[in-house]
């Protein structure tokens, strides 16, 4: 008889997205006069940048011809755009990755999601709350956790962003084996320090942990006083895997180019305490269950570190903050505390009471959307995230209606 | 300590198609004159069609301006393509599967290797033998089977494809839940009958089993005579998931475009032994682990369904059976005993002793590359799989000098 994995039963219906979209279709159907402005879901809105569209052009013109058509590739991604990678992202900044460390894929929520595969069915995970629930429910499918109670898998070690720690969890009490941090912060807006960050690291040598770092937003630091990448803390290269996407910095989130980076030395253990090398087994997982990045796609994410492509890349970038500054400074005037907005295209706002009331007043008496913070976990009540991926006027107008409910 | 998935020590070195590699490198080294054609890989060689080609750019555009502009995509496709797929590929055949039972994604390889993620650990699952690795490997990865002994997995339930059943294996004397199937297969070429392909749905009935049926290469069936989908079987949409690509049909091995069936009706058991559908847990999989396929891939694959790009994928497929009858033809005359080439891409041919000794006789004495039947599985001991994706004059070349050893 065939039967289930019984963990899928585990899992709650994943309704943020949906039930935001339902609650705006029935504001829409019964309001058809009023003009909804979105800055709830975190996709871009810009077109992509002229440098990446040529090199797609140029690309899709190579597979119409036989003698400059493409198959297979390698499924680590073309050495052209590995080699881009780890020139730009960072032997420029000083940060020794290889292109061999870098496996192209075609998004950083596939990578997050399959990177647990790797790991023992008991390892002990630590995750932020609020959080990308993608990183709690792969763990719940794979079997990690126990049964949902109260709004919390058992057997979680939950790392608390309150208004406390300023958004930036504590070391963990207890012993943990693999830790999910993710800075910028998705829907935080958070950043880290590298002294911070040099916490983790340490923790992870000390306690033979292994963290999955998450710079999906990196793109979006300026100046030189944040880390863009986890491995610019030392020793980092052995105890962290990092994730990094187009999707945020190129606005590739419907055209699907992202990278995952395990160092040559970067270790786990295996059952007799011996030390394992991750770079090799992802490289199995990748190659057996990944068959590679579509050619012209590849293409059209390498010409982001061409001189246009930086220059355009780093354009849309600013757009969005200066969206997201807007955004901050208005809602600051209004009162608001928050944190994000800087360094980040997403605004944290704390609020006085549910966030799905909040929500529906927003939507209803402004008809601007947003996403209520209890959608990302426990620790997101009392908070919404409003996001900087819109129109410049759009966000205007957004904080003109929400202006003229709380001033 | 962080600890890893000690199954991946359990799997083999999937050395093949390096090997080969490695092989033809050093061949090519020490014989820098010679002209080696290939027919080992089984990649397409030829351009997209001209209206896949058309679509890409369009799409292209598309991404290049704000108002056209395409972020997040449904994760399981857009409804343009299932809608195409539903109505092209199933209803034209008079085969009942709706969009929404249709999920887009970047390749067969993935969702082959992803899907076992939804059944229990202690499935016992029938692998054929030759055999694709990765319904194996992915298998080994989740710690379904033992260790390797002897050239074989234990746990698993070999299907031996020989001679003797003609590479169409007979059903299981023992009870199994999860079958794996290909056809027309790869690596064998063999096709299956509407009769023969009932009696492993009626086992999947009778035994609460269920199968999972990669079609990749349904697309080089001719004629009216052979099932194109298992859906043609009544009563398969209950006990059977599909698995079809652009890849073989249209050229899309390096574009990268799939869609996996899963029929509302399908289902597993859960372990009081009540019904599961599985569509429910593949769509919560799918939108949980991906992101979604490119979304001017999906234009270009849509293309397919026009009425040029079914003319152009027509004669693409048309012009490499022309190469597989060529072959096909010319390796009977020369006294080989044979399976496939018709309906099917590729030849898997009987030869006498060890097949990487045959492989290295054809390099060095023909300067053609084939692939070594052992590669595939224990029962591939004996063959070579001879691909038919060349241009025509290297694959008349390739059989004249081959012709050359042997007549």
């Known amino acids: 008889m065939i039967r289930i994995n019984e963990n ?35 996709d871009v809105t810009r077109a992509l940048p002229p440098a ?12 119409a011809a036989d003698d400059t058509f493409r198959g297979y590739g390698p499924e680590q991604g073309y050495d052209f755009l590995r080699e881009a990678i780890a020139t730009n992202d960072y032997a420029a900044r000083s940060v020794d990755i290889h292109p061999d460390d870098i496996f192209v894929s075609d998004g950083a929520k596939c990578d997050t999601a399959n990177i647990q595969e790797l790991f023992a069915c008991d390892t002990r995970i630590a995750i932020p709350d609020p ?35 300023n958004y930036v969890p504590d070391l963990p009490r207890e012993k943990v084996d693999l830790i999910y941090l993710c800075f910028p912060n998705n829907p935080t807006g958070a950043t880290v320090t590298h002294d911070q960050l040099a916490a983790w690291v340490r923790y992870a040598f000390d306690n033979k942990a292994l963290i999955l770092y998450d710079a999906a937003y990196a793109c979006y630091i300026r100046g030189d006083s944040l880390p863009r990448s986890i491995y610019e803390i030392d020793g980092a290269r052995e105890v962290a895997i990092e994730f990094q996407s187009f999707s945020k910095s190129a606005g590739f989130t419907g055209t699907r180019c992202a990278y995952t980076v395990v160092p ?3 270790r786990a253990y ?63 005037t209004m009162g608001f505390s928050l944190v994000g907005g800087e360094h980040s295209p ?33 620790c997101g009540e009392g908070h919404i995230r409003i996001s900087a991926f819109n129109s410049r006027s759009a966000v205007v107008e957004a904080m003109r209606r929400i202006g003229a409910l709380f001033q």
């Open 8 to 42: 899928y039963r585990k899992l709650q219906a994943s309704y943020l997205f949906s039930e935001i979209a339902r609650r705006v279709r029935r504001f829409q159907e019964t309001n058809p006069d009023r003009d909804v402005i979105k800055l709830g879901i975190g």
């Open 52 to 63: 990446c569209i040529d090199a797609f052009r140029t690309a899709v013109e190579e597979m």
């Open 131 to 165: 959080v990308y629930p993608v990183y709690v429910d792969t763990n719940v499918m794979a079997g990690r956790t126990g049964e949902w109670n109260n709004g919390r898998y058992s057997n979680v070690v939950y790392l608390d962003s309150t208004p406390d720690n």
């Open 264 to 266: 040559e030395a970067c």
């Open 270 to 332: 295996d059952s007799q305490g011996d030390v394992q090398f991750l770079n090799a087994m992802w490289n199995r997982r990748h190659t057996t269950k990944f068959n590679g990045v579509s050619y012209p796609v590849q293409r059209a994410a390498a010409a982001v570190y061409s001189a246009e492509g930086k220059r355009q890349t780093r354009e849309l970038t600013d757009f969005y903050l200066g969206n997201a500054a807007l955004i901050r400074d208005r809602m600051s």
């Open 346 to 378: 997403y605004i944290w706002l704390r609020i006085d009471g549910d966030s799905w009331e909040f929500f529906d007043r927003l939507l209803n008496e402004a008809s601007v959307v947003v996403t209520p913070g209890s959608g990302f976990g426990a």
